[in-house]
């Protein structure tokens, strides 16, 4: 079964219109028109880190298009950990230009946009390249638009407002893009990944794969495709296995959260699996942090990071990033304040669903997953210690070290 | 159907006049900004909404009918 990254090895660049069409076949044009559907039947989930259901999207555009709606093809991959989005532009864009056409078929556009990361230079490039292998065929409806750097860029009406008004911070919603988006059309915003898994699906496939970008504790980190049934555990093996034994693992990135190893290590990581257990797949980060480093440091690096990427618009995410980030940096270096653990538990329960935009909701919540995944580290760096050393026995990766 | 009271938080400066005129409903957080305690305003509490409403400076606090999802 075609995947999204079979085909030539990564390294090879872009595969061009031709080697892609013979691989693929003709974009299956016909199959637009059924296509809603059939990704709902799929349950194909969004892949830029929120899990909506794709063909729940479509269909809410396509309910208020009248043939005049706008496929924006997100590529602003601000996720610091994460580089699959830039990396299937970079080497399957046709693929993507498949998803984003046969989107715009099937809600109703006229309009096609590729907004793509300015720090992604291949990916740009790519994109770019393709469209110009099939401007024929595209006649004018498809472009390119720079995003601008910065993790909030990328959410959905960051990345309208941008278009609309050169002005990449989110805006109030209602209304949502699906409802009045770029130039006030209804406007479908959906990840390049989830666009070429949607490509596949047109074609026949079940959307039983994803990409993910591994880091941290393991010997072959980057990204890669793997069949949404494999265990952590698998994933890890086909990675070469960690490098040194591992307490915990950023599930989804900086709005992910920090799930213990034991939790996760034998269970698959398809996204409804995660969710009986109160995780989320997000946009399919997984960073291994080893037995031996701290938490509460790992932490205050992300806290730090996602409270600089505020776009101080709303005063619960300017000043309530800020405060945490101040008593998790404390915290970190062992000089806490008598009450920076219970202030920083109560401000990580108030912050959600007090912004413009979900961003506080999402560095709160990783910071709730930290607070529970490593208690017994902050209850010893709110006392001045560290208790992180030699690693447990009986965590998986131990014996790997122990054999190395 | 009822009445529920949404933030706009980009306009939000924080002033806090919503919380004293309507304590029962909304809080505010270290900072002065409004925390809504609880979804939808019952009956007796309307009229006392609409004056918060009313008073915010920069026009960030509406009375919006929400349906139930």
């Known amino acids: ?404 | 159907m009822r009445e529920q009271l949404v933030v706009d938080r980009i306009r939000c400066d924080g002033h806090g006049l919503c919380a004293e005129l309507l304590p029962e409903v909304i809080a505010l957080d270290d900072w002065g900004y409004p925390i809504i305690k609880s979804g939808s305003i019952a009956p007796a509490l309307l009229e006392h909404a609409r004056q918060a409403v009313d008073a915010c400076p920069v026009l960030a606090l509406k009375l919006a009918l929400v349906t139930a999802m």
């Open chain 1, 1 to 404: 079964m075609a995947r999204l990254l079979s085909g030539p090895p990564l390294t090879a660049g872009a595969e061009s219109y031709g080697a892609h069409q013979q691989r693929f076949g003709a974009l299956p044009a016909a199959a637009a028109r059924s296509l809603i559907g059939r990704l709902e039947a799929s349950h194909l989930i969004g892949r830029g880190g929120a899990g909506f259901p794709v063909g729940r999207k479509w269909r809410a555009v396509a309910d208020r298009a009248n043939g005049k709606a706008v496929v924006l093809a997100n590529g602003a991959e601000g996720e610091p950990l994460s580089l699959k989005d830039r990396t299937v532009m970079a080497a399957r864009p046709h693929l993507v230009i498949d998803g984003a056409v046969l989107a715009a078929d099937a809600v109703g556009a006229d309009d096609i946009i590729f907004y793509v990361g300015a720090e992604h230079r291949a990916a740009e490039a790519a994109m770019r390249y393709a469209l110009a292998e099939r401007a024929a065929d595209l006649r004018g409806r498809a472009r390119v638009v720079q995003a601008p750097r910065g993790y909030v860029a990328g959410e959905e009406s960051a990345a309208v407002h941008f278009i609309n008004a050169g002005d990449p911070r989110p805006t109030t919603t209602p209304p949502r893009p699906f409802e009045r988006g770029v130039g006030g059309r209804p406007t479908l915003v959906q990840n390049v990944e989830s666009l070429a898994a949607a490509a596949l699906v047109a074609r026949g496939d079940d959307a039983g794969t994803s990409l993910i970008t591994l880091s941290g504790a393991v010997r072959r980190a980057g990204v890669r495709e793997i069949a949404l049934d494999a265990t952590l555990a698998e994933v890890a093996a086909s990675a070469g296995g960690l490098a040194r034994p591992v307490q915990a693992v950023l599930l989804g990135g900086y709005f992910g959260g920090w799930v213990d190893i034991t939790d996760l290590w034998a269970r698959p990581l398809a996204p409804a699996s995660l969710r009986a257990r109160g995780h989320a797949f997000g946009c399919g980060v997984l960073s291994f942090l080893a037995e031996d480093s701290c938490g509460v440091e790992a932490t205050a690096r992300i806290m730090g990071y996602l409270a600089s990427q505020s776009a101080r618009q709303c005063g619960p995410c300017l000043f309530g990033l800020g405060a945490i980030d101040a008593a998790c940096r404390r915290l970190a270096a062992r000089s806490a304040q008598p009450d920076d653990l219970k202030r920083i538990t109560r401000w990580g329960g108030e912050l959600a669903g007090r912004g413009a935009c979900k961003h506080p909701d999402g560095a709160t919540g990783l910071l709730r997953s930290a607070l529970g995944v490593f208690a017994d580290d902050y209850a010893a760096h709110q006392r001045g210690r560290c208790v992180r050393g030699a690693p447990a026995a009986g965590r998986p990766g131990a014996l790997a070290q122990a054999v190395a």
